[in-house]
């Protein structure tokens, strides 16, 4: 069938010319990664900062409590030390109390955030997914890709949104709240301690650099991992006639090797980064002591002075180091945000969504295709259709026939509106479709194909699905029009039984007929017929066939075919050549 070829002509273009994956790694700014944010979402975040910054202070104070212990014994009598160490005791508890307030509200209240934000990233994404127009998949995403994004990068998301983001606060407000209470109790040493920042400051940024190239390369390794798993299992049935097990493993272990690469790089460059910022925070820390003995000798510095100051800087600098995997995760969920939001964002061109355009009250189904020219977005150097004309009157069936790609199917697409011809114009009663109301006009227009789609879910769902308000008299009637009555009866569970994943569990012919049901529960005025009967043998071909004749009486139907059997019964036959007409009659 031609759709079958120009299906797959947008992977083959992808991996032609090596898709999106070979451009540069983009990622939205930080403060866009909250664009989703309603003013519930935007309290709990100011709520959480304020338990992180709590949070986050907590740790360079208890130097400040620390200092005071060693005053207490270095200061104290034997008789007078307990009691001074008492109130110190007694200040760790206090410190103790809000700080795990603050734990508390930086935990819940960034965790309830990131996970009601990712929540309504999904829900917004899977509704751009399927408002995009057929082009979108043909050239710019796969099935396995749209997966992928909605399965992980959410969950990456979540995470930078959520936990990491809330750890970020703490940890800053731990480093400039160290050096703060460091520059208060001793400038001078702090002084000394801060020579070895520029160098912490510089291993943190070079490896944060690299993990953001690093995880992207890993993000795309897992979306072709699993695109090709998605693509091998939806075609089974296939991959297991052909002998293709073997090569769909290689495939995917192809791909999985590759993200395993680019983990082990992953590890190797946070290891890097953590070894060579502890590294010069432990050098540092043996200069400080050394210092310090100077300026108790010399300036008259407490030891308790010393150590406030020496812890202070230890926590404010412990915590500069501990940030960079949340600044890795961070940077991470922008890149994730990116290829989301993209095309949350992104407007197609035929939009369902629109409810702009014309409402007939009574359509009559006279089609006409005026001159039209169209290429498929994936294979823009591809004439197919070459100022092809045709024209349905209301009421009558034309059949369609050609060798395969020349452009049979191709009609069917543009009159569902599928596709917009770049050159002439598709008309239903006589108005450009452009200017209907998409909804309604594919509401009017009823579409069985070679290969029908059965959802995961009983019969009677699979039919309804063409009216989701139907009753189960007018299910039943559907059913009897379309030859299926007899089969589903027989059935255990009737109308109830599972179909299976993508029907496997009924015949080529029965799937055949419940799909015409669900198109004769639209009560289409305008019926499009893409080789319904090619796949099926010729005693399924017969049943279907005699569904397929009663439906069409009084309606506009376009039938796609190459058995002479399915076009016996039509008013007319258009032959079709290299997008051109060349005979009807």
Aim: glycine letters at 10%; hydrophobic letters at 45%.
């Amino acid at each position: 069938m031609d759709a079958t070829a120009e299906a797959s002509s947008g992977e083959g273009a992808r991996h032609a010319h090596g898709g999106k994956d070979d451009r540069p790694e983009k990622k939205v700014p930080l403060l866009g990664m909250f664009r989703y944010a309603d003013r519930l979402d935007m309290l709990l975040m100011v709520v959480g900062s304020l338990g992180a910054v709590g949070n986050g202070v907590s740790e360079p104070l208890i130097s400040v409590l620390f200092g005071d212990v060693i005053n207490s014994f270095g200061e104290s009598t034997t008789s007078t030390v307990l009691r001074a160490v008492t109130k110190v005791v007694l200040n760790f508890i206090y410190l103790g109390i809000g700080t795990a307030v603050a734990s508390f509200l930086q935990v819940a209240c960034w965790t309830m955030a990131g996970e009601r934000q990712s929540a309504r990233i999904r829900s917004l994404y899977l509704k751009s997914v399927l408002r995009q127009d057929i082009a979108f998949f043909d050239t710019e995403m796969t099935t396995g890709e749209a997966v992928s994004r909605m399965s992980s990068d959410t969950v990456i998301i979540q995470d930078a949104l959520g936990e990491k983001a809330g750890k970020l606060v703490q940890l800053t407000s731990a480093f400039f709240g160290g050096f703060i209470i460091a520059f208060t109790k001793g400038w001078l040493l702090t002084l000394v301690m801060l020579t070895s920042l520029p160098l912490v400051a510089i291993a943190g940024a070079v490896s944060a650099q690299m993990l953001t190239r690093v995880s992207s390369k890993r993000l795309t390794s897992y979306s072709d991992a699993a695109n090709t798993v998605e693509q091998t299992i939806g075609s089974i049935r296939t991959v297991v006639s052909f002998n293709g097990e073997k090569k769909a493993i290689e495939m995917y272990n192809k791909f999985i090797k590759s993200a395993y690469r680019t983990v082990v790089e992953e590890g190797l460059v946070n290891g890097f980064g953590m070894g060579s910022v502890f590294c010069i925070l432990f050098s540092s820390y043996g200069l400080a002591f050394w210092y310090g003995g100077k300026l108790i000798i010399d300036k008259g510095y407490t030891g308790g002075k010393i150590v406030t100051v020496l812890f202070a800087v230890l926590n404010g600098a412990t915590s500069l180091g501990n940030a960079t995997p949340s600044i890795s995760a961070i940077a991470e969920g922008q890149s994730a945000a990116y290829r989301l939001f993209e095309t949350i964002e992104r407007k197609p061109e035929i939009d369902s969504d629109d409810t702009s355009g014309m409402i007939m009250e009574n359509i009559k189904g006279y089609v006409e295709l005026k001159d039209v020219y169209f290429r498929y977005p994936a294979r823009p150097g591809q004439l197919i259709l070459d100022g092809l004309s045709l024209q349905v009157a209301s009421g009558t069936t034309m059949a369609i026939v050609g060798e395969s790609g020349s452009g049979k199917s191709t009609v069917i697409s543009l009159v569902e509106r599928f596709y917009d011809p770049q050159a002439g114009e598709v008309l239903i009663d006589g108005v450009n479709i452009k200017n209907l109301n998409l909804d309604w006009i594919r509401g009017k227009i009823g579409l069985v194909s070679q290969e029908p789609l059965l959802f995961m879910t009983s019969i009677k769902d699979n039919i309804i699905y063409g009216k989701e308000d139907a009753t189960l008299e007018e299910i039943k009637r559907a059913a009897e029009l379309a030859n299926a009555a007899n089969f589903i009866d027989k059935l255990p569970n009737g109308y109830d039984t599972l179909v299976g994943q993508r029907g496997t569990l009924l015949s080529g012919g029965q799937k055949q007929r419940i799909a015409i049901a669900r198109a004769i529960l639209k009560d289409p005025k305008i019926l499009l017929l893409d080789e319904a009967t090619s796949a099926l043998d010729v005693e399924s071909e017969r049943i279907v066939q005699e569904a397929l004749n009663r439906i069409m009486v009084e309606r506009t139907t376009l039938v796609v075919a190459h058995r002479l059997s399915t076009v016996r019964n039509v008013d007319c036959i258009t032959v079709v050549h290299q997008g051109k007409i060349v005979e009807q009659g």
